[in-house]
């Protein structure tokens, strides 16, 4: 019997169970620098570094949900998540979620050139998101499947942040937040999904170990960013050289 | 004509010179974390937190060489760099540098085998670590070797930390230093062999260029993981669940 930190996981309604628990502990809505910006607690330049940062991992979604499809044999699960790379890069007249992105970075006053450079995106977000990339590229298809459950708890923060953005931030407008609007709807889809797949396809207890496994992994993916944020721009840890200044900040490893 | 930061690049003078202003300026001895460990400023939980980090780093050394081995065509090449596989793993008599870590680690307090279980260690080490084996695999060879030349800067480190350590730390051994004791004499003549090596197959600008940005990568890596030990240890940004928690001091994740 495995046993872990969440219970035996000896069924998929137990499975689910650890699932939420995971979530509940681990996902990123907990993360302090979250705490910081939904409460107005951070300047222009910090939202900036937020923003910019963040866009190394849209840009890197439809990636993974390739690597995704490009393992997957089943159709039907294909034709399942291809509205993912919809959502994100959009097709024809729908634009996608990445240029809601750079949308939110242009108007906090980002460059989208610069944006879309990634010259100013910390290593530590870099090593933190192609770590997801590879991880959906090399693990099973069913925790790579597994690894896209944060969307389960994806709802409760946008709700917080949608408000929290524009209440406290004269600089955030409701054009800026498109993007959270539209995962309000996504998401909950991506995520119903997502679960019943793992709660029909886990049917062994070292299975469901090992998506409850992928999404503690995610998690960590998600709050290593934040470590990061919060370290290089709030706490006083320093700016990496070549990595975003924002603007009247010396960078504090410059030679 | 490529022009960076370091200038030119226009040949392997310009190369080296380069690489040996990158090292000046971004060489993990300048981070503060560094600074805190070399002169005394930390507990003894802080240093198990650092000692218990590097071993994952320290284990992934030899992953990484054989990484190179394994895509290198090069004969002479290969029997150059297979004195690093020696240096780390040992054979027959020879303990090796991986033994030697992990009778530092027992020094300070550690279980060997909750370290090497690697249960403890923080995600945003595995990041970045991680995305330095992954380099190795798949960048060009030259790019591969180009990497290791952090190896130029740390006959500095270990000088600064071997009397930092003992002098400062009444828990540190002579007997504990000794891997960085051994290093004085590998890194020198590992690295003069890379630094070679690259001096003579990067022979375009492009190829020059692509040695000087291994070189950030790797320095980049080494210092996001002083960055994560930093925030999570000293700063209290707090420790990440199931990450290692020095006794006596409580995760600040904890639910």
Same mark, same amino acid.
């Given at each position: ?112 050139? #610069? ?7 910390? !290593? ?6 192609? *770590? =997801? +990339? $590879? ?43 498109? #993007? ?7 998401? !909950? ?6 679960? *019943? =797949? +793992? $709660? ?56």
């Amino acid at each position: 019997m495995i046993s872990t930190r969440y219970g035996a996981l000896e069924s998929a309604d137990a499975l689910e169970a650890a699932l939420r628990e995971i979530g509940a502990e681990r996902y990123h809505i907990h993360h302090p620098f979250h705490r910081l910006l939904h409460t107005g607690k951070l300047d222009r330049g910090q939202v900036q570094a937020w923003a910019l940062n963040r866009y190394y991992y849209q840009s890197r979604i439809p990636m993974k949900d390739a690597a995704l499809l490009s393992r997957c044999k089943d159709r039907a699960l294909r034709r399942e998540w291809l509205v993912r790379l919809l959502d994100h890069d959009g097709m024809g007249d729908q634009e996608g979620g990445i240029v809601r992105w750079l949308r939110l970075c242009s108007g906090l006053g980002l460059d989208p050139d #610069y944006v879309i450079s990634e010259e100013g995106i910390l !290593p530590a977000t870099k090593f933190a998101v192609d *770590a =997801y +990339v $590879r991880f959906v590229r090399e693990r099973t298809l069913l925790e790579a499947v597994a690894s896209s459950l944060t969307e389960l708890f994806a709802p409760k923060i946008h709700e917080e942040r949608i408000p929290g953005l524009l209440k406290h931030y004269s600089f955030v407008s409701e054009e800026m937040v498109a #993007y959270f609007r539209r995962r309000l709807d996504q998401a !909950p889809r991506d995520a119903g999904f997502a679960l *019943a =797949y +793992v $709660r029909e396809h886990a049917d062994t207890a070292e299975k469901r170990l090992g998506v409850a496994q992928a999404l503690i992994f995610k998690c960590d993916v998600l709050w290593a960013q934040l470590d990061a944020l919060h370290y290089a721009y709030v706490l006083g840890g320093g700016i990496p050289i070549g990595a975003f200044v924002p603007e009247g900040q010396p960078s504090v490893r410059a030679a």
